[in-house]
């Protein structure tokens, strides 16, 4: 691996003034010292414009003001002014640890490889740290089976070779949530996955952000798996895209379940990912957890 190897950073940002500081100097503080950092301001009405005025001086940042477009065009458009032959991301409330590039930039020494990405620490929004245990098993290697039961790729831990967008594109438009789901999935047909358990990124939780919407985001992930499923279909083995569907109804189901307390909607859905795999176990479960509820109202 070239260490003098050029790795382009971009950060969109929508009303994050709060936060944007911490994030860009954090990014700044990177010991591989090769980098640029582009920020594209999604049309934010706080005092973005002033807060990104103290890097006017410093040629590794560059921003960028646009119009409101949404959250994928505006990671787009900070892809189409990189430079490096390296992309990573990180969300505008969201910090790097001072050695990420160091420790994830020696994996990309095997050709194969496109996207190396870590393990993930907390903050809140007081800035207090703090770990939990990570949601998903991680994988290396050829990773579409698993990537398709669940996204465990922390988005803004990920750095991508450049090769994989030049071959299989950049985020989809069209989906508002989701987008790094449906990147990974079609960069995964043609490239392997390097993971390393150090605590890379560190991803802040306060409320209101968009990852809570539950809704928003089932819908998305339905939209995703099944265009990933019309476009790619004889790349992907029916029995691994079956289970699939099956989690994804059976996962939702429970989902709403629990935060909406109705019964029949979430059997619905979940009989439906069951008609997918007829022998999913936890399908059958929550069928008996719905179940109970409902007799214990």
């Not at 996962?251 to 909607?265: C, H, Q, T």
């Not at 007829?278 to 957890?289: E, M, V």
């Amino acid at each position: 691996m070239n260490e003098q190897a050029m790795v382009s950073i971009v950060v969109a940002t929508y009303n994050m003034a709060h936060f944007i500081d911490q994030t860009i100097d954090s990014l700044l503080c990177q010991s591989w010292k090769t980098i640029e950092i582009i920020v594209v301001d999604d049309g934010s009405t706080d005092n973005t414009d002033e807060v990104m005025s103290r890097y006017k001086s410093d040629g590794r940042v560059s921003y960028i003001k646009n119009t409101n477009q949404g959250q994928p065009k505006a990671k787009n458009c900070g892809i189409q002014n990189t430079h490096g032959d390296y992309i990573a991301f990180c969300d505008a409330d969201d910090l790097w640890e001072p050695d990420k590039l160091v420790k994830q930039m020696p994996l990309f020494c095997r050709p194969e490889i496109g996207i190396v990405y870590s393990e993930v620490s907390y903050i809140d929004n007081n800035n207090r740290r703090y770990d939990k245990e990570a949601p998903y098993d991680r994988y290396s290697g050829k990773v579409t089976e698993q990537l398709l039961h669940k996204n465990f790729v922390p988005f803004g831990t990920a750095v991508i070779r450049r090769a994989c967008i030049e071959k299989s594109g950049v985020f989809d438009e069209t989906f508002q949530m989701g987008i790094d789901w449906d990147l990974w999935l079609r960069y995964s047909l043609d490239w392997e996955f390097d993971y390393i358990e150090e605590k890379t990124y560190i991803y802040r939780e306060w409320p209101g952000q968009m990852s809570t919407n539950y809704v928003g985001r089932y819908k998305f992930a339905i939209d995703i798996l099944e265009k990933f499923a019309v476009n790619y279909g004889p790349r992907i083995q029916k029995k691994a895209l079956r289970y699939a569907w099956a989690d994804m109804y059976i996962s939702r189901g429970l989902i709403y379940a629990k935060n909406e307390r109705i019964v029949i909607k979430p059997l619905i859905d979940v009989l439906h990912g069951l008609s997918f795999q007829p022998s999913n176990f936890t399908g059958w479960k929550a069928i008996i957890k719905i179940l109970c509820r409902w007799d214990a109202k």
